[in-house]
């Protein structure tokens, strides 16, 4: 089955402990990316990857850093997080072209405490 | 800078049409899309707009007009299903294919 997988679906954590959200996609997609959504303000977009070793910043992308040194794998990394970074996390992958659609996981709740 | 509105909630019986608008300000824009996300769920595509006029998928039917940067989502025969939220997002050449969504519209349908 097709699907982007994103873990830990659920994670409370404290200020300042170091965290990863893995993201993971089986369709071969050249493009992955990175949305926190807080009420109000819609996704917003933190980080993407155009291929291999290639990333960018998005809107948001203070206190967050990102790899991509697999295809398929896109982690999501905090190193220190502070509560402002509590937020809902979806990741999300699609093809090269601009009218791919955009397949997003299941997402992951993050509060930082 | 770059910016999406859409109205924060439209409420429409079941049965009926509702149409959700989007108006953008992007650089580099490429196309206007539609996801839609029920509570607790993951976004799911809906539509995409790469060029003027109207795409029909079922039900929903997606509008572009790069000249006016506007573009709309219609959903006909509304059913309860269909009470969700529902974002515009722009895919822009900035930097690569970069998405950027609108804050969001909450529908909810009625019986």
């Known amino acids: 089955e097709a699907q982007v997988t994103q873990n830990p679906r659920y994670l409370i954590t404290v200020t300042g402990k170091k965290l990863t959200v893995t993201c993971s996609q089986n369709?071969?997609?050249?493009?992955m990316s990175w949305y926190r959504q807080d009420p109000g303000l819609g996704l917003r977009q933190i980080y993407y990857?155009?291929?291999?070793?290639?990333?960018d910043k998005g809107d948001v992308p203070e206190g967050y850093k990102v790899s991509r040194k697999e295809k398929r794998n896109f982690p999501l990394i905090l190193e220190s997080p502070s509560p402002n970074q509590t937020s809902l996390y979806f990741c999300?992958?699609?093809?090269?072209?601009?009218?791919?659609?955009?397949?997003f996981g299941n997402g992951t709740r993050l509060t930082v405490t | 800078g770059q910016s999406l509105e859409q109205p924060s909630e439209v409420t429409a019986v079941e049965g009926a049409i509702v149409q959700i608008n989007c108006t953008y300000q992007?650089?580099?824009?490429?196309?206007l899309s539609w996801y839609q996300q029920h509570d607790g769920g993951a976004p799911t595509f809906l539509s995409y707009?790469?060029?003027?006029g109207l795409e029909e998928t079922g039900r929903f039917s997606s509008f572009l007009s790069r000249s006016d940067s506007y573009g709309y989502l219609l959903l006909q025969e509304l059913q309860m299903k269909d009470s969700a939220s529902y974002f515009c997002?722009?895919?822009?050449?900035?930097?690569?294919?970069?998405?950027?969504f609108g804050a969001g519209t909450r529908l909810f349908v009625k019986a």
């Open positions: 707009n790469g060029l003027d």
């Open positions: 369709m071969n997609h050249e493009y």
């Open positions: 997002a722009v895919i822009t050449g900035a930097g690569g294919f970069k998405t950027i």
């Open positions: 999300a992958s699609s093809g090269a072209g601009s009218n791919s659609p955009l397949h």
């Open positions: 990857s155009m291929n291999v070793e290639v990333t």
């Open positions: 992007t650089s580099g824009f490429y196309g």
